[in-house]
């Protein structure tokens, strides 16, 4: 695995008082969800967003990336993957809150799909919780090891988490997100869901604007009046 990761910024509009960091699905790149970052700045002032590019070439789609092989028909690869996967990710947190002065309590993870595996892992299992965890048409990887994920804010809290799914998802069952969120649940960490009608794997406006609000709620920040996303 690559010992770093890189990938497109988004330069908050003064001093960074937030880091958002977007994890991609399978066989795409960092640039896939920054573009994200730009609709929501108005929610999030003075955030600075990141995206970076998976550590692998993507097998199935070699001009994309893969943060673990994946072939979804095995769910027994999930779980190495996004253990193999993690270290990498915690060495670019790690050094992006540095860069900008900040702790993971101004941080929130979001992913998409492969990506939102990996930040349930990883957001779950840091040292201190990040504000928020948010994963748009994913699911749970590794469930039998949720006694793993202690990680915790200064008051002893698991981090916010907001799952969001399509209800017509063709790559991976709305089912995954209902059946997370029992599971995370019985572990005693809380999830809010969003169920988005008559989307397949994908993200629609809806999915943004509770992303966007999900977001600036968990981070302390005032939410604007909605003006529409997507």
């Not at 996004?82 to 900008?100: G, H, I, N």
């Not at 048409?137 to 949720?146: D, N, R, T, V």
């Not at 809010?192 to 629609?204: K, N, R, V, Y």
């Amino acid at each position: 695995m690559a010992a770093s990761l890189d990938g497109p910024r988004l330069a908050p509009k003064g001093r960074a008082k937030q880091l958002v960091v977007f994890l991609h699905g399978y066989g795409a790149d960092g640039n896939d969800l920054l573009a994200i970052g730009q609709q929501w700045q108005d929610f999030l002032p003075d955030t600075a967003f990141a995206a970076p590019h998976a550590p692998e070439p993507c097998a199935q789609a070699p001009i994309g990336r893969q943060w673990f092989p994946l072939s979804l028909r095995d769910e027994t690869e999930l779980w190495p993957g996004v253990v193999r996967a993690q270290p990498v990710l915690d060495q670019f947190l790690d050094a992006e809150l540095a860069r900008y002065g900040l702790g993971d309590d101004r941080l929130a993870l979001v992913g998409f799909s492969q990506g939102t595996m990996l930040a349930l892992h990883a957001g779950l299992r840091r040292k201190r919780a990040p504000a928020a965890i948010l994963g748009y048409s994913g699911l749970l990887a590794g469930p039998e090891h949720l006694a793993s994920a202690q990680a915790k804010d200064g008051k002893g809290r698991p981090p916010p988490i907001l799952l969001a799914h399509g209800d017509q998802d063709e790559v991976i069952p709305v089912d995954a997100m209902f059946i997370a969120a029992e599971q995370l649940a019985e572990a005693g960490i809380p999830v809010q869901w969003h169920l988005a009608l008559g989307i397949g794997h994908g993200i629609d406006g809806g999915g943004l604007l509770h992303g966007a609000l999900f977001l600036a709620k968990s981070l302390g920040l005032p939410a604007p009046a909605p003006r529409g996303l997507g």
